[in-house]
């Protein structure tokens, strides 16, 4: 019947080898109608049916997932069928270049180094991931460097300035020592197997100097709190020592500062508490 087969089939590569395919049910599709995916990379292979089905909350198949796909420079064929009570639908069927779903990685290891006193910097970055292109020369990318306002608040962007380039380096001359920036890159053919669409951007890289001035006075109040609390616990050990020193007599040195008529003066003092006393005994008589 007219309206049963499925509609509005994508199907999508990412991460270089996984690809996930979704549809629509048919508008004229009933409840019980079940759909089943076959698929072949080229035509001297056989149909492989999924093996991971996605459902609705009929229960319906309305796309699969993929994984280790390979992608060549044929057309992948797949075919979509199904049954409603036992009775056949409509089948849809769609022929696709692989490398022409393909969702691009980012650009990989994306750096920026900085000449102050020459006010440029060089970008420079490596080709997206991919499966099937090792040519350097089959990409050409979209730059983003954007100017920001403060880091420290809500960051607005003052100025954003585009590029689309080829090469794998670029140079950037309104570099200011006083301002900080983000740089961010996508990828997209140049001329070969390759996805027309732009790729996924790759994660901001931050630049400049105030994000230094920013980390070394972070630093400096880390470290002012850090001597403060220190300087705080020596007073206290101090002011706890001298309490504690105070309520311990020193023991007398018998030796300090004696001069010899203070020694034979203290001499003499001992020999007469040690003279030897008379004792007198009473005897009473008793009668």
């Keep these: 019947m007219n309206g049963t087969a499925i509609e509005n089939f994508v199907c999508v ?4 080898s996984f690809m996930n395919c979704t549809w629509h049910v048919g508008r004229t599709a009933s409840g019980d109608t079940q759909y089943f995916l076959y698929w072949k990379n080229s035509k001297k292979e056989n149909f492989t049916g999924c093996q991971n089905y996605v459902k609705d909350n009929h229960g319906r198949h309305t ?18 069928n199904g049954s409603r009570s036992g009775q056949n639908i409509q089948t849809y069927e769609k022929k696709i270049f692989l490398y022409e779903i393909e969702k691009l990685t980012p650009p990989l290891n994306v750096t920026v180094s900085c000449t102050e006193a020459s006010h440029f910097c060089e970008i420079r970055w490596q080709p997206p991931h991919t499966s099937h292109v090792k040519r350097r020369a089959c990409f050409k990318y979209e730059l983003v460097i954007e100017n ?16 689309s380039i080829t090469g794998n380096s670029y140079i950037f001359e309104s570099f200011s020592a006083e301002k900080r920036y983000s740089i961010k890159i996508r990828a997209t053919d140049n001329g070969c197997l390759v ?23 972070y630093i400096l ?24 020193s105070t309520t311990v007599p020193q023991p007398r040195n018998p030796f300090h ?17 040690h003279e030897p006393e008379d004792i007198i005994t009473i005897i009473e008589e008793v009668e």
């Design 257 to 273: 500062d004696c001069s010899p008529m203070d020694f034979q003066t203290e001499y003499k003092n001992i020999f007469i508490k």
């Design 195 to 217: 996805s027309p669409s732009w790729g996924e951007w790759s994660t901001p890289v931050e630049f400049g100097k105030e994000r230094l001035t920013s980390a070394s006075s």
């Design 148 to 163: 920001k306002a403060d880091p420290n608040k809500n960051i607005k962007t003052i100025s954003k300035m585009e590029r």
């Design 13 to 16: 590569i990412f991460n270089v």
């Design 221 to 244: 109040f880390v470290t002012s709190v850090l001597a403060a609390t220190l300087i705080l616990f020596l007073c206290t050990v101090r002011i706890y020592l001298k309490k504690t």
């Design 63 to 80: 796309g699969c997932r993929f994984q280790n796909i390979t992608i060549e420079n044929k057309r992948a064929h797949f075919l979509v």
